[in-house]
């Protein structure tokens, strides 16, 4: 089965993208690192170019550069077990340069995050003492209310969605970074440049939400599920630029054409497969294994899936928008009842026969997601392991796991 | 007067609760502690995932009905394990789990004017919270009446903290005492913590103690009892950083509000919310006012933030002076109580190996 074009041209536009940011970044230019749910758009209106704390540690992770940059984090008394993910870039950064992946990352200017758990903040603060390089927080509340059928409210009615004092206290916060990037870059803010951001990432998202429609009715599935991941994920982290939109707009396209041509991953497709938690970075492979034997087929990802329904923000304020994609992105994905009305409505859209639920530890109530899936009828098997750290994932046993589930609970369709 | 021994009692999960609050509608406000020892239900393990066994075992206490004669229950934001606490009975309250209503406090550290009215708005719910919870609405009397009660206990504490500086007040009856506090009505606690003198043991060194809380005495029963260290002071939430007797008198209830939101935004942090850098520099201060001459941090696994200040921590006592002993990733089924007897070992070797330099 041939890759996607797009998710090649993906990687390598990320590849280059990567190679001149860090030879600006060299020549004197401000770069950020920033946390997956920090407000990046107001850097893309800045002009800092900025790396995403999470990207960054899966193409660590995918290096097996994981365990070394553990290792530097423990020689400075820092914890080596707790947020790995997150950590993973902070002791990267003290690996020799050229044992780092890509010829390093500069060191950034700023480093931005949201207070999210109990140590990403402790992490930012160590991302500030390095030379050179200066920290922002933001505040991370909770996510309260959290009325029914979030996914039709988010587009239009966020205020609804997360509730008018979640999104004030972002709002102020981002209008206090703004001044903070200002006094830094001796820029100003360009709000007009901000508003056609905001548009250009809203159309990214309808194209996003078009191509997930497409694979949610295909059968059989059209594309493998991991070339997917780079195609979606990598012009999410160039959301607000026109590249970005067209890089959505070509896997649209690319999909439809496969759709038309009656290209297929497996044509013995039995049984429609569904992955919830993060990617199995350490393991890629692990998503095809099971076809030959099984004809099981992973046909959703969540990277695509909230891509399509959780970026889009639509008013007249434009900065209240960003506060809306924010304030509670990660909430939809992990908090139940939130998590688990998603995931439901995403497994019956699919058609999924089976699903195999990798929760992470940091969650909370994975058991209400899988009673939710299993309540409509879908089989659930549940996995603990930390998704980058390839040590734990090989110590689940999880391939083992998922062969006895399918022949045990996930009977084949004819 | 009050009429507390017949009042309704509101649970608390985490430490960012105004009091004043809560008891100026006619409830007495208790806070759930857990502990050290019980052990964790699978069901509290699996769906909190992994957290501190400190809070799974407050969640096991509220599933195994122990708390069922609470009025209603108020879950803070201050930590990963007790929002978590907050997502799962949200979701078993609804389902009929919980013969009680719970509410969350939602109260960020990071200050700022935005942070102020947010904070602010989520104690004007709760005060909301409350009033429905005891049927009774807060007036101006009974806020300031309120205040009155908890600023006693601030001053009962206060005293306290000073019989502890001064040799008259022994760690563990200190933790006590901040227990009490934090779950009797202020009235009662006010003698408790008045009563809390125990004397230390003769020549036993001074040590402050970081890293995760304490819900139970057992610990510092066991440092203590060893008759080598006393325990002058803390940085957890459930010792010195308790907010406890804390009040505002204004005379307006939109005041009152505003001036508890500034009064939460101006505490010293405790390990989850703040930096390791104010953490370092709070624990320094507190080892010199108290003259400790060793720190000792016990830290839970899954307790993540505490093992983040370390480095800092260490470096900036040993400025003055005083060593660090650790012990870390405290497993739920590790015997506390060794641990600590374990790092007194360590701290007796550490001061000896200072000691020739010092004379
Ligand atoms: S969700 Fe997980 S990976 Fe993402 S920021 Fe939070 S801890 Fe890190
Ligand atoms: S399992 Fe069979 S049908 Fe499916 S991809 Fe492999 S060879 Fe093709």
Redesign the interface.
Known sequence: MSRLEAARAATQHQKQWFAETARRARGGDPIALVNADAPHEVLRAFDVPYVVNQWWASIISAKRLGPASMRMLANTGLPDHSQQYDTMPLGAQALPLDQRPWGGLPDPAFAIADSHGDVTHKIFEQWGRRPGTETYLLSRTAADPVPPRWWELVPHEWETAFGTDRLDLLLGEIGDLIGWLEERTGRAFDEDRFAEIMRLANEQAEWNRRTRDLLAAARPAPVLVNDTMPAVMVPQWHRGTQWAVDAARRLHDEVAQRIDDGVVVCPGERRRLMWIGRGLWSDLDLYQRFQEDFGAVFVWSMYLAIAADGYARYGPDPLRALAARFVGLTDLLYVPPWSADWYVKEALAHGVDGVVHLVADDTPGGRFISEALEAEGIPVLEIRANNADSRSSSAARIPERIADFLRTRVPAED | MTGAETAPRIGIVGDDVPRQLVLATGAVPQRLLGSWHDPVSAEAA?????VDAGAARILDGLLSGRHDDLAGLVVC?D???D??I???L??LAQRGRLPFPVH?V?A???N????R??VG??FSRLLEFCEQVTDRRADLGSLHLAAERELALGRALEAMRERRRTDGCAGAAALRAYHAAATMPPEDAVATVAAAQAPAALGATPVVVTGSNHPDPGVYDALERTGEVLVVGEDHDTGDLAWLGVAVEAAALEEVIDGLAAAHLARPAV??GG???ERAAYIATCAEQTHARAALALVREH???P?????DQ?LELRRRGVPLVVR??IRPADDPVAAAQEAVAEIRIELASTAGGIS
């Open positions: 699996e769906l909190l995932g992994a934001h930590s990963q394990a929002l978590r907050f997502y799962v949200r979701i969350l939602d960020p550290r990071l700022s004017a935005a942070a009215r947010f708005r989520q390990a989850t930096l390791a850098a307790d993540d933030a093992a983040w200040d370390l480095p260490r870390t990733r």
